[in-house]
């Protein structure tokens, strides 16, 4: 390897491993510390004060029985999804296209915040209904409740966990089946017997997923369950750091080294299991032909769930939060409702300073830190791919280690990290916070670009006389431009909505979208709240149409 290969490798791997490893460092020593500021005054107190709390073991089964029931919630109904759209002859497949990418586009915060607008005890829209439709006292579902955080956390998980098994099940080979069935097995046997094992691995991949995602999930928590006094790990952390007048951080540290490590273990558990996917292999050489099962009777009402799963997963909570942003107070649509509709709400959310800080922050954030971790994205993506060496390797590692982080959890580690810098409470520790956080989001698009595009052509241009940084510029950066684009928008999206680090990090004058609707929805202020939301969202698609557009203008020609 050349030097300018091994100086860049060595680079990144500084930088990526100081935005990596060094909040888990910190969140370490500041287990041990006794204040937030007494480095070198190590103790274990924090520990046992932590895990002899009488509160704990409720919160851990709270926890457990959360992640647990997102997961299967989700992995459920992405295996059944799954299963229509690639075996089944029901009609109108780009619903389930819709259902798998659209839902990603809505932030958690917004879509917990529409299911409590529905369903909460006191004026919840679906609860307003049925109070007024069978003469009841009082309302017949609570959202504030373990179950319903379940629901809510396995409606949001249920994409992530479709996009894993749906590839699988579309590449399984039916002759098996058809052997089965020749033998005499009947259609359940076949599924039980030979279908499911043989997905095993996807299956098993979306639901440990599913149980990370559920573990660093903060929004359905603090939105649902903590109205209701829920208390799973997340919110508890929560609490240890936004309440009281001495905030206790290093307990915090202490709890949130079990969730980092419970994390983990499970991205661990979930790359071991994609590694050994060969001995699910089904397709080989000899070919194999996908059939079609025929639903006959059932085709119809099947298609009606799945249509009314695509109405609750996309239009149900955007079009709470419109009408609620419109309307006084919470009511059901009737004539009425309809005569009382104004912008109040609007107008007020773009005379507060404070929302209109967050919107100029979180714009900021989207725009230019996406930009810079896309920069940064390029060179790690390009060692990754281009320099295969054990250095490279590691840098691979680096960059991929924040994803099993739980938002709140590196969080804690990022503030003592920034405590002793002028970077603390500042806007610059919410960008270096979140290039550090979503880096994978950046990376990995890339990697895929930089596969495609042959060595060959760098090889031709440095024979000419070109530099490596001409070269780059010249010859790898055009070709890259549809990865460049899809990273862009996976880190400007992931940005605006972000909440698990920003409720940690951000401060008094660094508020940004996410932790202002939070705050909004801990007052009540639902109308508000949700003009603000369709704001977000609106900014969000927007960041998304100018980078499509931006890139098909810089597409390279012939492409």
């Not at 075996?87 to 917004?110: A, E, G, Q, W």
């Not at 590839?167 to 002759?175: G, I, Q, Y």
């Amino acid at each position: 390897m050349d030097t300018g290969r091994s100086k860049l490798t060595w680079s990144l791997i500084l930088i990526v491993g100081a935005l990596t490893v060094c909040p888990v460092i910190m969140l370490i020593l500041g287990s041990f510390s006794e204040g937030l500021t007494a480095f070198g005054s190590f103790t274990v107190q924090k520990y046992v004060d932590a895990y002899t709390d009488p509160a704990l073991a409720g919160i851990i089964v709270n926890t457990v029985v959360f992640v647990l029931g997102s997961s299967t919630l989700a992995t459920t109904l992405a295996l059944f999804l799954a299963y229509l759209n690639n075996r089944t002859d029901i009609p109108c497949k780009f619903l389930f296209r819709i259902i798998s990418i659209i839902p990603m586009m809505i932030p958690h915060v917004l879509f917990s915040v529409s299911w409590a607008l529905l369903l909460n005890p006191s004026n919840g829209l679906i609860n307003l209904v049925f109070k007024q439709a069978f003469f009841l006292e009082s309302a017949p579902l609570n959202i504030y409740s373990l179950w319903g955080m379940i629901l809510v956390e396995g409606l949001l998980d249920l994409p992530i966990a479709y996009l894993i098994i749906a590839p699988a099940m579309a590449s399984f080979d039916v002759a098996l089946e058809e052997s089965s069935k020749v033998c005499g097995a009947g259609a359940w046997r076949t599924l039980l017997r030979v279908t499911l094992p043989v997905l095993r691995p996807a299956i098993l991949a979306a639901f440990i997923l599913g149980v990370v995602r559920s573990l660093a999930s903060f929004a359905v928590p603090s939105v649902i369950g903590m109205p209701g006094r829920v208390y799973v790990l997340a919110t508890h952390l929560y609490q240890m750091i936004s309440t009281g007048f001495s905030t206790d951080y290093g307990k915090a540290a202490a709890v949130g080294m079990s969730v980092l490590a419970a994390s983990i273990t499970l991205i661990f558990i979930y790359r071991a299991m994609t590694a050994e996917s060969e001995k699910y292999v089904t397709i080989s050489s000899r070919g194999y032909r996908p059939t079609v099962v025929p639903l006959k009777a059932a085709r119809i009402p099947l298609f009606a769930v799945v249509a009314l799963l695509s109405f609750v997963l996309i239009v149900l909570p955007v079009a709470v939060l419109f009408y609620t942003s419109l309307v006084p107070y919470s009511m059901v649509p009737s004539a009425k409702a309809f005569s009382l509709m104004s912008w109040k709400h609007w107008i007020e959310v773009l005379k507060d300073p404070i929302s209109l800080l967050s919107l100029k922050n979180s714009l900021y954030l989207g725009v230019g830190g996406a930009t810079l971790g896309v920069a940064l994205s390029v060179f790690v993506a390009y060692t990754i791919v281009k320099v295969k060496t054990k250095a490279a390797g590691i840098l691979e590692s680096l960059s991929f280690l924040s994803f099993s982080f739980p938002g709140i959890v590196i969080g804690v580690g990022f503030m003592w990290f920034f405590v002793r810098t002028p970077l603390y409470a500042t806007i610059w520790a919410l960008l270096i916070g979140y290039i550090a956080t979503y880096l994978p989001y950046g990376v990995r698009p890339l990697a895929s670009a930089f596969i495609q595009v042959h060595s060959h052509l760098e090889e031709s241009s440095l024979v000419c006389g070109a530099g490596r940084m001409t070269t780059m510029r010249r010859i790898i950066i055009p070709l890259l431009v549809p990865g460049m684009v899809s990273g862009w928008i996976l880190m400007a999206t992931m940005f605006v909505r972000e909440l698990t680090l920003s409720v940690v990090l951000s401060r008094p004058g660094t508020e940004v979208l996410a932790v202002q609707i939070l705050r909004f929805a801990e007052d009540g202020l639902w109308g508000r709240l949700s003009a603000l939301g369709i704001m977000m969202i609106f900014i969000s698609t927007a960041l998304v149409l100018l980078a499509t557009l931006v890139g098909s203008r810089f597409k390279p020609a012939g492409t």
